[in-house]
Structures are given as structure tokens and as C-alpha cells.
């Protein structure tokens, strides 16, 4: 079991997410690499909004390459994201040392 957090400035080609500050907190089951992550997360966006969301995702580790698919849904926001609902699909992988580097579906 793990505990996961991360805190800091997202770098994004999009300017909705571009400088927005992330603070995300899971809790990871895995065995040989490969198993489950759950949490929630706050974005922090320039323009003062917010955006929380959950996700539940699987982990997978093939040698160095790891990978996290699963589902991540919007709980609520303030500003732009206010009354916002829905969830996405989502894949995303770790670039070492401190990067996570995601992609929408």
C-alpha cells in the first residue's frame, strides 16, 4: 500500500491549465508494479477558479514504462467550473523524477 501526493505548478500547451496548481492525494494497492490508485484532487487555475475531482484508476508497469488508466469525475468547482459534472477516461504516465504527464479521452 501506498500513499501518494502531489503538490505543484502544471506546465500545459493549454492555456486553461497552463500554470495552475495541482494538489492531488491517493491511496495505491499494488503488487509486482502493477494495481489500483484512488483519490481526489484540486486544480488551482490563474484566473482564481477551482476544480475538484476524483479518480479510480489501475496502474500498470511494464519494465521502466508505467502507466495509470481510469476514470476521474468532476465533484464540484468554483469560477468557470462552478455546477460542473461528468466524468472522463483518462490515461496518463510518471516522468521521473517528479513529472506526471496526463491525456484526456
Excluded: C
Excluded at 472522463?88 to 523524477?97: E, F, M, N, Y
Aim: proline share 3%; aromatic share 10%.
Amino acid at each position: 500500500m501506498t500513499i501518494v501526493q502531489i503538490n505543484g505548478l502544471r506546465k500545459s500547451s493549454d492555456a486553461h491549465w497552463n500554470d495552475s496548481r495541482i494538489a492531488y492525494w491517493g491511496i495505491g494497492e499494488t503488487i509486482s508494479g502493477n494495481g489500483t490508485q484512488r483519490g481526489y484532487f484540486i486544480n488551482k487555475h490563474t484566473d482564481g477558479g477551482t476544480d475538484r475531482r476524483t479518480f479510480d484508476a489501475h496502474l500498470t508497469t511494464a519494465g521502466s514504462n508505467t502507466t495509470l488508466e481510469g476514470t476521474f469525475a468532476f465533484t464540484g468547482g468554483t469560477g468557470k467550473f462552478n455546477g460542473r459534472t461528468g466524468a472522463r477516461r483518462k490515461s496518463g504516465r510518471p516522468a521521473p523524477p517528479l513529472w506526471v504527464e496526463h491525456d484526456l479521452e
